[in-house]
């Protein structure tokens, strides 16, 4: 930012510029710069208004106007360029204005080294102090013009904030307006940041007077011009090699300032720094920097005029009259006159809507827009609208997916756009992959949780009844994850050796086999102090100082978002989103999902566990077999109705065209296991109902054969399914393998500590 900073300084100050610099990067508005300076070489005939809105380049084209007079070989001859203060403050009457204008010639003298006609025109001014206002304005005209006269130069009046200065000489227009249409050698270049209501009043005395030209957004060409000039100037070579071999990246640049050459110049340093973090810092400490001016500039307008401002931009894109009368509740007559006196002030901006029937208005300056949702809107994600357009167009989605990638893997510390929930909100709107979306969302939810003390400030800053009604769940387990956490460290119970209060919290919220209702339950009975000999506790060390959850293979990071409340326990699965969460977290989908079936009965506790499965299968080709074989358990359990449910959703759920070694083999190991469970008449059936007999004919006869006794022939099947049907049939005949005394001992499903 320090290159933004040291531009910044002269952005606002345009006269702190040297004149080289200023010359330099001038390279917008050139047409109107000559057009005037054309205009003085003809002798001048015509007074000319500048209009445009704040930052519109108003006091940088009429410097550079100076400038150009004093260059040019005819103008430095016959014109002299009078520069006044940006505010006239000391201005109340028409005699003020005079003085002012003396006072401006009497420097431009000093400057070229006349100071004996400076001292005397100094002196000539003095005198006139005690006059009264009338005869010190006439006679302070006559000294002004009588110096014109005598050197036959024409005086170019540079007068900024021409409105204020008007404003200020209410009761003098008439005298004024006689003074510049006589042939006194005075020439009006004026600026203003609205249109003059005295140029559009007919009974005004400057109705049609002045030649008004308005100053609009730079076009797209002019202002790559201008970033690249000023990157010059502010030595950034970089810059310029991004304007012309990322063209998106400063499109996104351009879209955002709206083409206003203040907000440019204050933003082109962002294009040097790269696509990392640095860019979105750079975006907020200008949206500060930002603050003053743009706040004069709200503040400036009508009361009216504030309302149906705040509708456009709270709405972001582009607004009919008719929705902004509805959203303001004033007449839309009364609208569409404020839009469009709003519009010429360049505040406002028309734009053709798709029907091209209307015409819709949204904010000219889109970093305008942005200050003021970042300031007036409570919804994170109303307020951070701009900033996703702007990453989907300044990263592209290659880009974008590596930055939101970085943000998961550094931990959220910041409460603002740099990071924590608004930043991961931002990048889980503008990313287009529904896992890495999720995972942001998720761990923004987190981030909420933390940075927020009241529950009424998460209801403010996220709108649980409409777009992030799906967060609500995930709010309220992280919410339940960190109250289980406080109530356990507050224990004042004695807890048995090798067991700390902060290690029995993060183990108890960590537990994916464990259901919420259960892990609260532990807590309570932490909280109310249990004896140190309880069962509780004996049954809570011999768990989880077994190593009770280390062989599920999950990885710490799928268990760490159980423990913070991310993601539900297995059991608490309860809706296919949470599956989808499931897939989104893990490291590896496959071995996740299968532990999540074999060890959980959360599935079939969902209002569509078939949908759920199809869901699961999609995620790999791999995992049918693999739960299949899973099955096998449940045969061998004695739960076969859970068994063959689970296998006709497989095999439903799965491509039927695909029936390759692994389900074979996957459907060979389960036809075993009901083999040697008694159930091989059941498997047979099963077969059938899932409409495999005859894809699967040799397996099929051997569990036929299996059903009806080891010595059955197969004698009467062709020879290409003969020797694979007798294959199998040795493989279902074979005896069961005992298990070892350690298997023996070990739990078929690891449900977590019982009290």
């Not at 608004?422 to 933390?450: C, D, I, S, W, Y």
């Not at 296991?673 to 051997?702: I, K």
Request: aromatic share 6%; glycine share 6%.
């Amino acid at each position: 930012m320090t290159t933004n900073r040291r531009v910044a300084t002269t952005i606002y100050n345009p006269h702190l510029l040297e004149r080289g610099d200023l010359i330099a990067t001038f390279v917008a508005r050139r047409p109107l710069l000559d057009e005037l300076l054309e205009d003085l070489r003809r002798g001048g005939g015509q007074h000319h208004l500048l209009v445009g809105a704040r930052g519109s380049g108003k006091t940088t084209l009429l410097l550079r106007t100076a400038y150009g007079i004093e260059d040019d070989a005819k103008l430095s001859r016959t014109c002299v360029a009078l520069r006044f203060p940006e505010e006239q403050y000391n201005v109340s009457c028409l005699a003020d204005f005079w003085i002012n204008c003396i006072d401006a010639l009497t420097d431009t003298l000093e400057q070229r080294g006349h100071h004996e006609a400076a001292a005397t025109l100094d002196a000539e001014v003095k005198a006139l102090e005690s006059l009264e206002d009338q005869t010190r304005a006439s006679q302070a005209l006559a000294l002004l013009t009588g110096w014109a006269k005598r050197t036959k130069r024409l005086l170019v009046l540079l007068v900024d904030n021409m409105d204020i200065v008007l404003e200020r000489l209410r009761d003098a227009h008439w005298p004024l307006r006689e003074v510049l249409s006589a042939d006194n050698r005075l020439v009006v270049i004026g600026a203003s940041a609205t249109p003059l209501q005295e140029s559009l009043v007919y009974e005004s005395p400057f109705y049609d007077f002045f030649n008004v030209h308005e100053l609009g957004p730079l076009s797209e060409d002019e202002a790559r011009k201008l970033v690249v000039e000023l990157a010059r100037l502010a030595n950034a070579s970089e810059v310029e090699s991004i304007v012309t071999s990322d063209p998106g990246r400063f499109k996104a640049l351009y879209v955002l300032t709206g083409g206003m050459p203040r907000t440019l110049a204050l933003l082109h340093g962002i294009l040097a720094a790269g696509k990392s973090a640095r860019v979105e810092e750079d975006l907020e400490g200008l949206l500060d920097h930002l603050t003053p001016y743009y706040k004069a500039r709200f503040d400036d307008l009508p009361s009216q005029s504030q309302l149906i401002v705040d509708a456009v931009a709270q709405h972001w894109h582009p607004m009919t009259a008719a929705d902004c009368a509805n959203s303001t509740r004033i007449g839309v007559n009364v609208v569409s006159a404020q839009l469009d006196r709003l519009s010429k002030q360049g505040l406002l901006s028309k734009v053709a809507l798709p029907s091209g029937s209307k015409l819709g208005f949204q904010v000219a300056e889109r970093f305008f827009n942005i200050w003021y949702l970042m300031r007036a809107s409570r919804r994170l994600r109303r307020r951070l609208g701009w900033f996703v357009e702007f990453l989907r167009v300044f990263y592209g989605e290659d880009e974008l997916k590596n930055r939101a990638e970085e943000i998961l893997a550094t931990p959220a510390g910041r409460k603002s756009i740099q990071g924590g929930a608004a930043k991961m909100l931002a990048f889980a709107t503008a990313v287009a992959e529904p896992g890495l979306r999720r995972r942001l969302e998720m761990r923004a939810t987190q981030a909420l949780v933390e940075e927020c003390n009241r529950s009424g400030q998460l209801r403010e800053m996220l709108d649980l009844d409409g777009e992030d009604a799906h967060l609500a769940p995930v709010l309220d387990r992280v919410k339940a994850m960190r109250d289980l956490r406080a109530c356990i460290h507050k224990s004042q119970l004695v807890w048995p050796k090798g067991i700390t209060p902060a290690g029995f919290a993060e183990m108890l919220a960590c537990d994916p086999l464990l259901e919420m209702a259960e892990k609260q339950r532990y807590a309570e009975a932490v909280m109310k102090g249990v004896g140190k000999h309880s069962r509780l506790l004996k049954s809570v060390a011999a768990h989880y100082m077994g190593n009770g959850r280390s062989d599920l293979g999950l990885g710490s990071k799928f268990l760490a978002a159980v423990g913070s409340g991310q993601i539900p326990s297995m059991p608490d699965l309860a809706t296919s989103d949470d599956v989808d969460n499931y897939v989104a977290m893990a490291q590896d989908p496959e071995k996740l999902l299968l532990v999540a079936i074999t060890y959980s009965d959360a599935v079939r506790k969902l209002p569509t566990p078939d949908a759920v499965i199809y869901r699961v299968l999609r995620v790999s080709k791999t995992l049918g077999p693999k739960l299949i074989v899973a099955a096998s358990d449940n045969v061998r359990d004695g739960k076969w109705p859970m068994a063959r449910r689970r296998v006709l959703q497989i095999v439903e759920g799965m491509d039927q065209s695909i029936l390759d070694q692994m389900m074979v083999a996957g459907l060979l190991e389960f036809s075993k296991a009901c083999v040697q469970s008694g159930l091989a008449s059941e498997a047979v059936d099963l077969l059938r109902e899932a409409q495999l007999e005859e894809r699967l004919l040799p397996l099929y006869e051997a569990l036929r054969a299996a059903s009806s006794g080891p010595n059955t022939s197969l004698a009467h099947l062709a020879p290409e399914v003969r020797a694979p049907a007798e294959e199998m049939l040795k493989i279902l005949l074979e005896p069961a393998t005992p298990k070892s005394p350690s298997e023996k001992d070990k739990p078929k499903e690891n449900r977590g500590p019982t009290s």
